[in-house]
C-alpha cells in the first residue's frame, strides 16, 4: 500500500464519518485494507460471523443500517438489484440511505447491478441531495485483498473527487468514464469477456485432449502465445489440478450473464454469442457444478466430451 496515498486518504477523511454496506467475499477485504490504513470503518453487515471478524479488525459493526447514520462517504457491496434498491429506498420498517444519509454526502455502490436498477436508485439519491457514483470493480478476491481491484466509475463527479483517495488505498486502477450508467455497462463489457473466456477455453480444451495434449502443456503454451491473458495465467493451476475451488461461481456467472443479456435487449444489441454462453453456464449448473469456480466449464466440457467418445 502506498504510504502517501493512505496519508493523504487519512487526511481526506479526517473528521468523517466512513461508512460500508455488504461485507461479503469482496466487500470484507476491501474494509479490512481501510482500516489497515489507519481509516475508521462503521459497517452494516446481517452476517453476525462477519460482523465479530471486522470488530476484531476494528471496525463498528451491526446488523441493520444504523452504522451508517451520518456518514459523510458510504460504500456499498451488494449482492443483486434487489439489494441495492432495498438499502437505498428502505422498506415500510427502516430507512435506506436517501433517508439516512444527509445531502451532500456520497453513496459509492461497488456492486454489479443493471443500468437500469442503478438509474432508479439515480433518481432516488438525486432528489435526496445524494451524490451517488457507480464504481463496480474488476477483479478477484485475491486482488481485493492485496488492494490491485481495478475501479469503474461514472456518477456524480463531486462525489468521485471525495471518494477517490480512499478508492485508492482498495485498488491498483481507477477509470473514471463518465457521468451516468457508463460504468455499470463497463463492467457488463469486461464480463462478457471474462466469462466467454471460459467457455473458449474448454472447447479448446477438449480439443486438444482429444488430439493427445495434456492440459498443462496446452496451457503452458497458451500463456506464452499471442492470446494469453492475465486470467488464463491467473486460472491455469486450477484448470491443470481439477481444483475447482471457486473465487467467482458459476451461479455468479449466470447472474452477470442474465444482466449482460437483459441489457441487450433492453438496447436493442443483438448479444448471440453471449446468449449461448449463459445457456452454456446454466447448463453446466444443472449438472451440479454451479457453485464450483466457473472455469469449472472445462471440466464439464471434458466430461460431455468423454461420454461422446
Not at 34 to 56: D, K, R, W, Y
Not at 237 to 266: H, W
Not at 277 to 288: F, H, Q
Amino acid at each position: 500500500m502506498d504510504s502517501k496515498f493512505a496519508a493523504d486518504a487519512r487526511a481526506g477523511a479526517a473528521g468523517k464519518k466512513i461508512g460500508w454496506i455488504g461485507a461479503g467475499k469482496m466487500g470484507a477485504p476491501m474494509i479490512r485494507n481501510l482500516l489497515a490504513a489507519g481509516i475508521p470503518v462503521s459497517v452494516s453487515e446481517p452476517n453476525p460471523a462477519a460482523q465479530t471478524a471486522l470488530a476484531a479488525a476494528g471496525a463498528t459493526a451491526a446488523g441493520d443500517l444504523s452504522p451508517i447514520d451520518g456518514a459523510s462517504i458510504v460504500f456499498a457491496t451488494l449482492p443483486n438489484d434487489e439489494a441495492l434498491r432495498m438499502v437505498v429506498a428502505g422498506t415500510q420498517s427502516a430507512k435506506g440511505v436517501a433517508e439516512r444519509l444527509a445531502p451532500g454526502s456520497v453513496l459509492v455502490e461497488m456492486s454489479t447491478v443493471s443500468p437500469e436498477c442503478s438509474a432508479e436508485v439515480a433518481k432516488i439519491l438525486d432528489k435526496a441531495g445524494i451524490f451517488y457514483v457507480r464504481a463496480p470493480v474488476s477483479g478477484s478476491t485475491t486482488m481485493a485483498e492485496k488492494a490491485s481491484l481495478t475501479i469503474l466509475a461514472s456518477g456524480a463527479s463531486q462525489g468521485w473527487d471525495a471518494a477517490l483517495p480512499l478508492l485508492g488505498l482498495l485498488s491498483a486502477r481507477q477509470f473514471w468514464l463518465g457521468a451516468g450508467e457508463e460504468a455499470r455497462y463497463m463492467k457488463l463489457v469486461l464480463n462478457t469477456l471474462v466469462g466467454a473466456s471460459s467457455a473458449i477455453l474448454a472447447e479448446a480444451v477438449a480439443l486438444g485432449a482429444s488430439g493427445g495434449l495434456s492440459r498443462a502443456a496446452m496451457m503452458e503454451v497458451i500463456c506464452e502465445s499471442a492470446v494469453a491473458s492475465p486470467l488464463f495465467k491467473y486460472k491455469t493451476d486450477l484448470v491443470v489440478s481439477e481444483d475447482y475451488t471457486p473465487a467467482f461461481t458459476i451461479q455468479q456467472m449466470i447472474k452477470d450473464f442474465t444482466l449482460i443479456s437483459d441489457a441487450g435487449r433492453s438496447n436493442g444489441v443483438p448479444l448471440m454469442t453471449a446468449g449461448l454462453i449463459l445457456e452454456l453456464y446454466r447448463t453446466a449448473a444443472n449438472a451440479g457444478l454451479q457453485n464450483e469456480d466457473f472455469f469449472a466449464l472445462v471440466k464439464w466440457h471434458s466430461g460431455i466430451s468423454a461420454q461422446q467418445g
